[in-house]
Nanobody
Framework: QVQLVESGGGLVQAGGSQRLSCAAS????????MNWYRQAPGKQRELVAG???????NYADSVKGRFTISRGNAKNTVYLQMNSLKPEDTAVYYC?????????WGQGTQVTVSS
């Protein structure tokens, strides 16, 4: 059974930093493409960052240079380091990964950036 559990969200001031974690079970993050998405109120869920099994990384234009996705293989966890946060980064952040033809999502973690 695949489970993805996000943590690390909360309230932060604009310009601050936060690190999100996505702890995985039932799936080996180093062998799969893993992604971070976010969804702001009234908006569609959007891709924030992704890392493939061979380490290729991509970012949404809106977060390039500020966010960094990485893997902690020993802990089977995917991270999203967020720096220089802006109020428009406020959203629920989700991680996902594919396994055996299915896409799995975590429950999400709320990030609120105050101005």
């Amino acid at each position: 059974q695949v489970q993805l559990v996000e943590s690390g969200g909360g309230l932060v001031q604009a310009g601050g930093s936060q690190r999100l974690s996505c702890a995985a079970s039932g799936i080996i993050v180093s062998l799969r493409a893993m992604n971070w998405y976010r969804q702001a109120p009234g908006k569609q869920r959007e891709l924030v960052a992704g890392i493939t099994s061979d380490g290729n990384i991509n970012y949404a234009d809106s977060v390039k240079g500020r966010f960094t996705i990485s893997r902690g293989n020993a802990k089977n966890t995917v991270y999203l380091q967020m720096n220089s946060l802006k109020p428009e980064d406020t959203a629920v952040y989700y991680c996902n990964g594919d396994h055996a033809g299915n896409r799995y999502w975590g429950q999400g973690t709320q990030v609120t950036v105050s101005s």
